[in-house]
């Protein structure tokens, strides 16, 4: 096998520093919204006593599937030996991580105390699947961390197809994880499905997979590196059975949910009923998001080309944002089933659906934590070697 | 430096709010709540608190039970509906195929097995021995996933800075709350201010007492006319009950 | 005499680099205003209050919130009931004065309290009980405007 040539980005031209300059600025607008959401009270902000979690989850609960979605490629090479993706590997990686941490940048910040981040790691609820998470987040770090060690140290490199098996593993458990956050809720009628948790799964491939190609793209276009064809024909006919896939379980999970009619009332309000989610369902997530993108995949004639890729990643992302506003904010609005038979009302908004207009505040704390993961990406390929001189194809 | 301190004003403020809780309501702590458990002793699962609650006594429009809640926990609103708490409230239901018209107080139901205990990240919301749910806001981190697993919308997360607080009722910014089952009163063997409020007023909807002894008046009453439990299918086992429901 | 005091200069001069501003008016000595009438003695001595305090309200803390253990020799609300009295003039310092007795050491010393974030800062009899103010948000575009147009931080503080 040729050996791969992996090589620094250079990292001083005006555009690296605009990039990272305009990046800073946004995590700096994200700050000063967190300081305002913490000192005034988060009522400045879209979430209420009925809508408890807004658009930091959405951002923060996307980012998180992704990050497990972006190692794929990593896992395709060392797990699957498809030495196509070898080179891809390490910035997969990289990846990874950058999103983690971005997406629990977010979480941390929109906490009611996130003064109190130390009580989070000392007191521990082992029956709490957010204390799993926690553990489960760590481990991905430190997992992912040592994989991408294995793979740029020689010393290393021996064991690198087992570490890359055990992020492998450790990916599948911790997206099982997040999805399982949604779908232990008893509680509420639109999370009660162990659907969720595989759902997630898929769709971290085609929302990682997106980011990836995306971050991918950008990199080779802005260092002047040369970008075959090959390999993005590759990504791009895998992010096709993905999105298809994720089409397939959003389908499954909704006929399922009408078969029990128990659940014909939160159908019926995602489905049909239910104003801006209805909406951000049809719209964003299944055209948008779907079909859309699925159709330019398999669409003849574009099929080299990159601004056309770029687009359809750039979709699946809008898709991704929009299934988890669907699934987060969509499944608080409706409201909790009480006392079938019966209107309910009542003070504290029992028996209707909850309004939630997002807040500023709320999308600049979201994009903050997806600047933070570039700004990770930006300056490690600048300082560590994860970036191939040359991606051409091979002739 | 004994434990003889000088209290004189301190004693003198804890007797004059003995004496008034026994002049606001007599009767009720004589027979319901038996004896004061020692200050120095911990609770332990001997006992069950519970409450009752005949709909059929409880008045549409009336809200002693959530006034007195209010005034108890000083839950001052900021004419945020959407964001203020609510630790009580009153619930009116109409039954879609009849038109018959109910109305009730809804609360924390301090289930047995608390999906908000199940899910809390760091043990903030518990139960007590005693069957009392309740949020230790000092190691409450605010994430609020316990208002996402309540199946009862029980919990209010605080929005908005709080200032003047009463004694008994610590909270502040950034955690999140819920009715304590006045957890307070109850150790001083004072009933909850909501079941006070509404015996006072006459309409007499609540009973509160120990679900695990047989002859106490709940325990009574549920045995002769029973009671049940709102989201009866998850299994909870809550310990407030509803009677004309 | 001597071996013991020159470590001592020493630490105090490495101090006094440190924090070359360090004892100087910036920063107050906290005014401590002991409890009234002879007979007051805390409930533990003097000293060990000072320094373990903290440890006495957390323990007590976990035993009241946990185990339902509400003996008032470590009672936080005993604390504040002893300690934080008016004045001559019949003033009381609440949480947002650098007087409030609890403030002003912990200020001195910049240790964050928890405690009234949550926890009624005066004795109950002196609180006022009214609609807290409401300040209306500053929105975020403003802030993001006057930080782009000013070099100056927003104070934005409410107390």
Known sequence: MKKIDYKEIEGKSLAYY???????LIILIALLAVYRMEHEGHYI???????????????AVFLIVAASGALNVASIASVFKKAAYEPLARLSGLLAIALLAGGLVILLLDLGRPDRLIVAMTYYNFKSIFAWNIFLYTGFFAIVGVYVWFMMDHNMYKFKKKAGLAAFIWRLILTTGTGSIFGFLVARSAYDAALMAPMFIIMSFAFGLAIFILVLMASYKWTGRELGDDILVRLRGLLGVFVAAVLYFVAVYHLTNLYITEHHGVEKFILLEGGQFTQVFWIGQIILGGLLPLALIYAPGVRDSRQVLGLICGLIIIGGLSSMYTIIIGGQAYPL?????????????????????????????????????????AFLIKVLPFLPASLADKQ | MSDAVNHSRRSFLEKTAAV????????????????????????TDAVRWGMLINTNKCEDGCTDCVDACNAEHGLVGNNRPETD??????????????????????????????????????????????????????????CRYCMMACPFKARSFVHEQVRNQTLSAPRGKGTVESCTMCVHRVDKAQVPACVEACTQGEHHAFIFGDLNDPNSEISQELAKHG??????????????????? | MIKRFLPNTFIVAALAMLFPFAGTADVPLPVINEPEGEDVECVEPEDDMTRNHM??????????????IRTSRHSFAECIDCHVQPDEQGNIASIDSNEHFCRTCHEYSAVTIDCFDCHADRPQEFIEREKPADHPPVSLQQQVHQLLSATEPTAGDSK
Not at chain 1, 48 to 58: C, L, R
Not at chain 2, 232 to 238: E, G, R, S, V, W
Not at chain 3, 55 to 68: A, F, K, S
């Open chain 3, 55 to 68: 440890n006495y309200i957390l323990h007590q803390r976990d035993e009241t919130m946990h185990r339902g």
């Open chain 2, 20 to 43: 008034g809780a026994i002049t606001i309501a007599p009767g009720i702590m004589l027979h319901q709540v038996a004896s004061a458990k020692p200050d120095d002793q911990p609770v």
């Open chain 1, 18 to 24: 605009g990039l990272l300059g305009g990046l800073g």
């Open chain 2, 227 to 245: 009671g049940k439990q709102i989201r009866a299918d998850l299994k909870l086992n809550t310990g407030v009950r509803y009677q004309g429901i």
């Open chain 2, 85 to 142: 708490t609510q630790y009580i409230r009153k619930v009116t239901l109409r039954e879609k195929q009849t038109g018959h018209e109910l109305s009730l107080p809804l609360m924390c139901q301090h289930c047995e097995t608390a999906p908000c205990v199940d899910v809390c990240p760091t043990g903030a919301s518990f139960k007590r021995k005693d069957g009392i749910a309740l949020v230790d806001k000092h190691i409450c981190i605010g």
């Open chain 1, 337 to 377: 089933v009480m006392f079938p038979g019966y209107e309910v009302s009542s003070t504290f908004f029992d028996g209707v659906v909850s309004n939630y207009t997002p807040s500023s505040y709320e999308v600049a704390l979201g994009l903050g934590g997806v600047a933070i993961a570039m700004v990770i990406v």
């Open chain 1, 45 to 59: 902000t879209g979430m209420t006593n009925q809508i408890v979690w807004g658009m930091p989850h959405v951002f």
